[in-house]
Every structure is written in structure tokens, then in C-alpha cells.
């Protein structure tokens, strides 16, 4: 990785392309700091640490909980983004648009900033609700000011900011390196790690005696825990199976065509993080609403005591609707009938399995084992490391919250997607030189 990273700052081109993506990101952080007017970040940071408001405020590096231009980010768009992915399941046109190329690519492009707007502008009406309950409005517009118009112009800007970053991550991705979405998320969840770590670090500084021996020890443990989960992150994450194909010799005129061996890669964990993501948004839904429009209620008192987070109900549903998610996507990312025809159609077969359905059962019967160890791999990863976290460190540490399960599959995964753009752009560089 070191070495991909000092070749690609050698190349003239490759290192335009970095300072762009660092500089874009830049603002996209900057962002996560200026305060809306009309907000004080003192009176909501308290409100933003716990439930899903805490998950939308790490995704977001801490903008949401410092009242920020950037405060609901990038969540508009990911959510979009998935909506359109199962709408196109169902939806036989938006099937035709992803079939069409470039001009299919634009139309659903256009279509995903539509549903970001309405997703950001119901998000934002929200959490701008939050904000006036927790009595964060300050008197910025002077005290006569009526509350609501102040609500709207946050919800405005909020908006506004959401978009801009839709933007910010839409340059990236066409004139940085990698994935403008994924690298937002990506710094937004370094920078909350970050925030937990310095102020672990001033709390051992600042104290003497036994709770400074604490907190080192709290941050010796969490770095070896992190990085034990990371390992096991990485290692699945390149885990596949490799089914043997073998393409029979074909003689047309003097020429021979065929006649090598190559492999189907399937891998455990095809479907990526998106198990977790639809899991824990749909069961903390409506403990969401919940939370935004009624805190004190006896509804929300006892979703919290049954199915909060941490809870066995909540544990076991959470299990379960990633189970169910994994084949889902599986079947989407995964369509064992599609390989078997493209295999015959080329006169490939696999060592031991008649071509058509035989090798379409076959592919699929890998196919669903190897999704069950996926499954089982994404529970234990969003249910055990905060569980083994919360007990290591102590459920008060500001380090528990610092990795979420989901934070950790992004920023692995992201990274890992970095490295290989940047091996890809350095390769076509190489290329071109040759050529020339």
C-alpha cells in the first residue's frame, strides 16, 4: 500500500488527481464544522450521541451534533441510492436504463438526485424538529423571532448542505480517485474515531493517578481489539471461491479458439455492507420517529427497555433480517441461470457438471452456502465487537461509540477500494507511456 502511495505521488497526473480528492474533502470537512446560523451546538451535542441520531452523527463526522451547514451529509443520498437499487428490481423501465450505457447511467443519476432532494428535505424538517426541542435555536435573528422561522431557514440550509455534498462527492468521483460517496463516508467515520481517541488521549493527560492508568489502558485495548476486527474484515472481504471452467478447443478456418481453463469467483461476502445498513435503518425506524417527534413518550420508553439496541429481542431480529438481506442481495449481485447461460453459450463447462440446469443448480447451491457464512460473518460483526467493546472498555468510555459495525466494513472497504484505484490509474499510466 505504502509503495502504490509514493509510485502514485511520482506520477504528475495520478498526484493532480490526490491533491483534488484531498482538497474536496477538505471542504466537505470544513463544512462539518461552520455552524447553520440559529443553531447553538452546545445546547444539542448531549441529544445527538444516542440511537440512530448517534449513527447519522458519526457517518457524518460529528456535523450533526455541532449543528452544521453538512448536518444530515451524505445519508439522503446512500438511502436514495438503495431505494433506486430495489426499486430497479420491480421496475421493468429502470431495468431497461441500466441496460442502455452512459445515457441509461444519466437517467438514473437524475432520477437518485430527485429522491436525495426529498429524502434530504423530509430528513432535514426532522432533525431541524430535534433541534427546536432540545431548545438548541439561539437568538441569532433577535429575540422577537418566531421559532418557526428560524426552523425553516435551518431546514433550508440544511437541504442546501446535504445537496452540496452530493455534489462535493460527485466531483471526486469524476475528477479525483475512487468513489467520491464512499470516501465522504469514509472520513466522516475516521473523524468520529478520531474526536473518541484525542479525548481519551486529554483525558489521560489531563488526570493523574489511576483513572490516567485507565484511559491508556482503555486505548491500548481498543487499538488491539480494532485492528484484530479489521484483520477479520480484510480477510473475508477478499475470501472467495473459485469454480473451475474449462472452454473447449474450437477450430474456425486456421485458427484455434478455446481450449483454456479459468475460474467463476464467488465470494462469502458479496453483498458488502448494505445487510447492516437495511437492518438496523428498518428496526430503529420507528424508535427514530420516536425519538424526533415524542422522547418522553411511553411508547419510546418501551422500545427502548424491549427492542433498543443491545437488548436480546433487538439482537436476535437484527440476526435475522440481515440473514434475510444477505440472500437478498445475493440473488441481485449473483444470478447463477445468467453464468450458466454464457457459459454454455461459449463452450465452457465445469469439471464433473452437465452444461444447463445441472450447472445452474450447482452454481447456486455454492452460491447459497457461501452467503450463509456471509450472513453469520455480518452479524457477528454487527452485534459482538461493540458487545465485546462495551465490557472491555467500560460502556462510559468515549471509545465504545467511536467504531460502529458498519463504520468498520466502510472504512475497510473503502480503503481497500482506494488502493485499487490507485493501482489502476498508475497501471493506465504505465500503458499510455508504453504506447507512446
Known amino acids: ?45 448531549g441529544n445527538a450521541d444516542d440511537g440512530l441520531l448517534g449513527l447519522l452523527n458519526g457517518i457524518t463526522g460529528s456535523a450533526l451534533a455541532n449543528g452544521a451547514i453538512f448536518a444530515i451529509g451524505i445519508t439522503p443520498y446512500i438511502n436514495a441510492s438503495i431505494i433506486l437499487q430495489l426499486l430497479t428490481v420491480a ?15 444519466k437517467k438514473i443519476t437524475q432520477i437518485t438526485r430527485y429522491i436525495t432532494l426529498a429524502l434530504a428535505t423530509a430528513q432535514a424538517v426532522a432533525v ?8 438548541a435555536f439561539s437568538v441569532v435573528f433577535g429575540p422577537m423571532t418566531q421559532q418557526w422561522i428560524i426552523g425553516m431557514f435551518v431546514a433550508v440550509i440544511m437541504i442546501m448542505g446535504s445537496m452540496l455534498t452530493m455534489w462535493l462527492g460527485e466531483r471526486i468521483t469524476d475528477y479525483g480517485i475512487g468513489n467520491g460517496i464512499s470516501l465522504l463516508i469514509f472520513i466522516g467515520i475516521i473523524a468520529t474515531a478520531g474526536h473518541s481517541i484525542v479525548a481519551t488521549i486529554q483525558e489521560a493527560v489531563n ?30 472481504d477478499g475470501a472467495e471461491r473459485r469454480v473451475p471452467v474449462q472452454y473447449a478447443k474450437q477450430i474456425k478456418g486456421r485458427k484455434q479458439y478455446g481450449g483454456q481453463s479459468t475460474y467463476i469467483p464467488v465470494k462469502v ?47 436476535v431480529l437484527v440476526a ?14 449473483f444470478n447463477p441461470e445468467d453464468i450458466s447461460r454464457n457459459i454454455q453459450q461459449y463452450g465452457g463447462f465445469i469439471n464433473g457438471i452437465r452444461p444447463g440446469k445441472p450447472t445452474t443448480e450447482y452454481l447456486s447451491r455454492i452460491s447459497k452456502r457461501l452467503t450463509l457464512f456471509g450472513a453469520i460473518f455480518l452479524a457477528f460483526i454487527a452485534l459482538v465487537p461493540s458487545v ?12 465504545v461509540n467511536a467504531f460502529s459495525a458498519t463504520g468498520m466494513l466502510i472504512v475497510v472497504s473503502v480503503a481497500l477500494e482506494f488502493e485499487k484505484q490507485l493501482q489502476s490509474q498508475l497501471m493506465m499510466k504505465q500503458y499510455k507511456g508504453f504506447l507512446k
Open 1 to 45: 500500500m505504502f509503495e502504490t502511495l509514493k509510485n502514485a505521488f511520482k506520477n504528475k497526473d495520478v498526484r493532480r488527481k490526490i491533491l483534488i480528492t484531498l482538497a474536496l474533502l477538505f471542504i466537505y470537512r470544513l463544512g462539518c464544522w461552520i455552524p447553520i446560523p440559529g443553531i447553538n451546538p452546545l445546547a444539542y451535542q
Open 91 to 105: 421496475i421493468p423501465r429502470l431495468q431497461e436504463y441500466q441496460k442502455q450505457g452512459d445515457e441509461g447511467k
Open 128 to 135: 431541524t424538529v430535534s433541534y427546536g426541542r432540545a431548545e
Open 207 to 236: 488526570n493523574s493517578g489511576e483513572k490516567s492508568n485507565m484511559a491508556v489502558w482503555q486505548l491500548v485495548g481498543f487499538v488491539i481489539m480494532v485492528v484484530a476486527v479489521f484483520m477479520l474484515i480484510v480477510f473475508i
Open 269 to 315: 461476502n458479496a453483498s458488502g455492507v448494505l445487510p447492516i445498513i437495511f437492518a438496523t435503518a428498518i428496526i430503529t425506524f420507528p424508535q427514530m420517529i420516536a425519538q424526533l417527534v415524542a422522547p418522553s413518550s411511553s411508547f419510546y420508553i418501551w422500545w427502548m427497555n424491549w427492542l433498543g439496541a443491545g437488548t436480546p429481542i433487538y439482537s
Open 320 to 333: 435475522l433480517l440481515i440473514l434475510g438481506f444477505s440472500y437478498f442481495y445475493a440473488g441481485i449481485e
Open 388 to 399: 465485546v467493546f462495551a465490557a472491555v472498555l467500560g460502556r462510559t468510555s468515549s471509545l
